[in-house]
C-alpha cells in the first residue's frame, strides 16, 4: 500500500468533515483513494502457472487520480505514442498563464481549461499559417495539461509536442520549419493572450478577472526535443496520474508530511513539509472536472484526419532525405517496453487471471 493512500485513510474522513462543501469530484476521489484495494471493489482470483495455488488481489479503484492505478494505462499509452511518432526535429511548446489569473483557473476549471487548449492550439494553428514561418494550413501536434509546480503547488499550463513542419495546401509536401525556434513565442504570447480573452469574453466571465492580467507578457516557452521519445517518456507518468508519486514521500510523522522535490533550474533535491490536511488540499486541486480530457491530437496527429500517418512519414523522409527514401525509417526496431505480470510469492511463477468478484454484482457461471 502507498503512502499517499495511507494518508488518505488515516486523515481523509477529517478532511472530509471539516470541508463538507466540497466539490463531488473532490469527494469522490477522496473516497476512491481511500477504498483502492481494500476489498471494496472486490476480488480479482489468479492460478499460479506453476504451483497451482490460487491467490486473491483486491481490485484497484480506476479513479484516474488515484496514485496506485492508471500504471498499466500510462505505458499503454506511452506505446502508442512511441509508434505513431514522426522522424526529423520536435519542438516542446509550453504555454503558462500569470500568476495573477490562477485564482480564477482554479475556480472555473472547466472553462478555463478547455479556454488554455483552444486559445494554444489556434495560435499555434495562425503563425503556422504564415509563410514567414512555415505556410501550412495543416500542422500536427500534441497537447498535454498540467496543473501542479515542484511542490504540489497550483500552477496549470500546456506541454504540445509539435513536429516540426506541416502539410502543404496541396497535401504533396512536407514543408519544414527552416529555423531553430519553430515559431516565435513572443508572437504566440500575444495571440494566445488574446484569444483566452476572447474565450472568457465568450464565457461571460470577463468582468471576474483582474484587468492587469492583459497588459502583462504572457509565458510561452519553445526547446527543440529532437525524436521526442524523451519527451514523451516525461510526460506519460504525469497523464494518468496527479502531482505527486509514493517515491517522493519521505517521511509521514505525526501531522507532517514531508516529501522531496527541486527548485527550478536546479538538480539539488530538497524537502517539503506539509500539514496533512494542507497536503490533501494541494493534492485535490489538481483533481479534474467530470469527464474532461487532458491530452489532445490536433491536425494531422489526430485520428479524425484524413491524411494518413504512414503517408506523412513518405513526405517527410522524402523531404528530409532528398527523394532517397530510406525504407528502414520506416519500420519500427524500437523494443518494446515490456509489462510485469503478477508473480506467486510462493515459486515466483506468473499468475494467471481466472475472474474478478464484485460487490453487488452477480457472479456469472459457466454457460
Given at each position: 500500500m502507498g503512502a499517499i493512500t495511507e494518508i488518505f485513510r488515516f486523515f481523509g474522513p477529517e478532511y472530509l468533515s471539516r470541508y463538507p462543501d466540497m466539490p463531488d469530484q473532490h469527494r469522490k476521489t477522496i473516497n476512491a483513494i481511500i477504498n483502492c484495494r481494500s476489498g471494496a471493489y472486490g476480488v480479482a482470483v489468479y492460478q499460479c502457472c506453476g504451483c497451482g495455488k490460487s491467490h486473491h488481489i483486491d481490485r484497484s479503484c480506476?479513479?484516474?487520480?488515484?496514485?496506485?492505478?492508471?500504471?498499466?494505462?500510462?505505458?499503454?499509452?506511452?506505446?502508442?505514442?512511441?509508434?505513431?511518432?514522426?522522424?526529423?526535429?520536435?519542438?516542446?511548446?509550453?504555454?503558462?498563464?500569470?500568476?495573477?489569473?490562477?485564482p480564477f483557473c482554479r475556480s472555473h476549471q472547466g472553462a478555463a481549461?478547455?479556454?488554455?487548449?483552444?486559445?494554444?492550439?489556434?495560435?499555434?494553428?495562425?503563425?503556422?499559417?504564415?509563410?514567414?514561418?512555415?505556410?501550412?494550413?495543416?500542422?500536427?501536434?500534441?497537447?498535454?495539461?498540467?496543473?501542479?509546480?515542484?511542490?504540489?503547488?497550483?500552477?496549470?499550463?500546456?506541454?504540445?509536442?509539435?513536429?516540426?513542419?506541416?502539410?502543404?495546401?496541396?497535401?504533396?509536401?512536407?514543408?519544414t520549419a527552416g529555423n531553430a525556434f519553430y515559431l516565435p513565442v513572443?508572437?504566440?504570447?500575444?495571440?494566445?493572450?488574446?484569444?483566452?480573452?476572447?474565450?472568457?469574453?465568450?464565457?461571460?466571465?470577463?468582468?471576474?478577472?483582474?484587468?492587469?492580467?492583459?497588459?502583462?507578457?504572457?509565458?510561452?516557452?519553445?526547446?527543440?526535443?529532437g525524436d521526442s521519445e524523451a519527451t514523451l517518456k516525461y510526460l506519460a507518468p504525469y497523464i494518468f496520474r496527479v502531482a505527486i508519486s509514493d517515491s517522493r514521500i519521505v517521511a509521514?510523522?505525526?501531522?507532517?508530511?514531508?516529501?522531496?522535490?527541486?527548485?527550478?533550474?536546479?538538480?539539488?533535491?530538497?524537502?517539503t513539509t506539509l500539514d496533512a490536511l494542507e497536503f490533501i488540499r494541494r493534492f485535490l486541486q489538481h483533481v479534474l472536472p467530470a469527464g474532461f480530457m487532458k491530452v489532445r491530437h490536433y491536425g494531422f496527429m489526430s485520428s479524425n484526419c484524413a491524411f494518413s500517418l504512414a503517408r506523412l512519414r513518405?513526405?517527410?523522409?522524402?523531404?528530409?532525405?532528398?527523394?532517397?527514401?530510406?525504407?528502414?525509417?520506416?519500420?519500427?526496431?524500437?523494443?518494446?517496453?515490456?509489462?510485469?505480470?503478477?508473480?506467486?510469492?510462493?515459486?515466483?511463477?506468473?499468475?494467471?487471471?481466472?475472474?474478478?468478484l464484485i460487490p453487488l454484482r452477480p457472479c456469472r457461471g459457466p454457460t
Open positions: 480506476g479513479n484516474r487520480h488515484c496514485p496506485q492505478c492508471q500504471y498499466h494505462k500510462s505505458r499503454q499509452w506511452l506505446e502508442k505514442q512511441l509508434d505513431r511518432r514522426l522522424p526529423g526535429q520536435h519542438f516542446m511548446l509550453t504555454f503558462t498563464v500569470p500568476e495573477q489569473l490562477r481549461y478547455g479556454a488554455l487548449f483552444k486559445a494554444a492550439s489556434e495560435s499555434i494553428k495562425k503563425l503556422a499559417k504564415d509563410p514567414r514561418f512555415i505556410g501550412t494550413d495543416l500542422p500536427g501536434f500534441t497537447g498535454v495539461l498540467h496543473t501542479w509546480g515542484r511542490q504540489v503547488q497550483y500552477h496549470p499550463h500546456l506541454h504540445f509536442i509539435v513536429p516540426a513542419g506541416g502539410i502543404s495546401a496541396d497535401r504533396k509536401k512536407w514543408l513572443k508572437a504566440l504570447s500575444k495571440i494566445f493572450r488574446a484569444k483566452f480573452k476572447s474565450e472568457m469574453q465568450s464565457h461571460a466571465l470577463l468582468e471576474q478577472i483582474d484587468p492587469a492580467v492583459w497588459q502583462i507578457a504572457w509565458n510561452v516557452n519553445c526547446q527543440a526535443v509521514v510523522e505525526g501531522r507532517a508530511v514531508t516529501f522531496s522535490c527541486r527548485k527550478k533550474e536546479s538538480n539539488r533535491l530538497r524537502k513518405l513526405l517527410i523522409l522524402a523531404t528530409l532525405q532528398g527523394l532517397r527514401l530510406n525504407f528502414s525509417a520506416l519500420s519500427n526496431h524500437r523494443k518494446k517496453l515490456e509489462s510485469p505480470l503478477p508473480t506467486c510469492p510462493s515459486c515466483g511463477c506468473a499468475l494467471r487471471y481466472l475472474f474478478s
